[in-house]
């Protein structure tokens, strides 16, 4: 599986500067975690790579793969999935059908065509969706409709639209987000379930930072567009800058 590679990337919105020459590199097999207050450029570096946001400047390769120069539907194609910051499910359909919207790139002109002859189809479909309800604790959810749903459960319908693609790389935005502690601890137990167990690498952005420290194998520290470091939980969290603006100046003895 190929490394992410991420070169000298400058957006800008409207004047304001979202990302300011950022470089960095997701290795194969690791669980990378970008950090940093609200308006640093976590979720805008995100959007760059899955293609919702093209930069003004600088490069983003995927296995040699130029992914500026690919429209969103074609990313997914290269192995690359993601959740959203906010929930993008559907609540008045069933878990089954909202993860199977996952999907979407792994069915072509002939499948579409085997859907309308056969069953056989959509079931082969529907067992995929089954294994990752099962993978992520949600065996026997399928047929509830999300409406209604606790909101943990949501975001994992979300994790599973992203897996079920059979995603190379998987970048999660904010998972922990408006999760109590137990959710917290259970979604820090599948991220790392999904690199172990599934062989998939992934790209987090996280507030919680104790989660972000248990699960992470490197870390980087954004702040207004720039780069503060990158480097591993124990590196990270005694880098003075870090300390005192993200930890406070009494996390480190």
């Known amino acids: 599986m190929p490394d992410l590679q991420i070169e000298d ?3 800008r919105f409207s004047g304001v500067v979202a990302l300011n020459g950022v470089s960095m590199e997701i ?23 899955s293609g919702f946001v093209k930069p003004h400047h600088g490069t983003i390769c995927y296995g040699g793969l130029d992914l500026l120069s690919q429209p969103p539907h074609r990313i997914i194609d290269a192995g690359i999935s993601r959740t959203f910051q906010n929930l993008q499910n559907v609540p008045y359909m069933t878990i089954l059908d909202n993860v199977l919207l996952g999907n979407h790139s792994r069915i072509d002109n002939w499948e579409t065509v085997r859907r309308w002859l056969s069953r056989d189809q959509r079931e082969s479909e529907e067992q995929a969706v089954l294994k990752v309800l099962d993978f992520l604790g949600l065996a026997n959810y399928e047929q509830k409709y999300l409406s209604g749903q606790p909101y943990g459960i949501q975001k994992l319908v979300e994790v599973a639209r992203s897996l079920v693609s059979r995603p190379k790389l998987v970048l999660i935005d904010e998972p922990a987000a408006g999760m109590n502690d137990q959710e917290t601890m259970e979604i820090a137990k599948i991220i790392t379930e999904i690199r172990d167990d599934l062989g998939i690498t992934v790209l987090v952005v996280e507030h919680d930072m104790s989660l972000v420290m248990s699960i992470s194998d490197r870390v980087c520290v954004l702040d207004s567009g720039n780069i503060v470091t990158v480097g591993n939980p124990d590196e990270v ?5 870090v ?11």
């Open 9 to 11: 990337l400058h957006v």
């Open 27 to 49: 290795r194969e097999g690791e669980i990378f975690s970008l950090v940093g207050p609200n308006g640093s450029g976590k979720t805008t570096l995100f959007n760059c790579v």
């Open 237 to 241: 969290k005694e880098h003075p800058d």
């Open 243 to 253: 300390i005192s603006a993200f930890l406070g100046e009494g996390a480190v003895a």
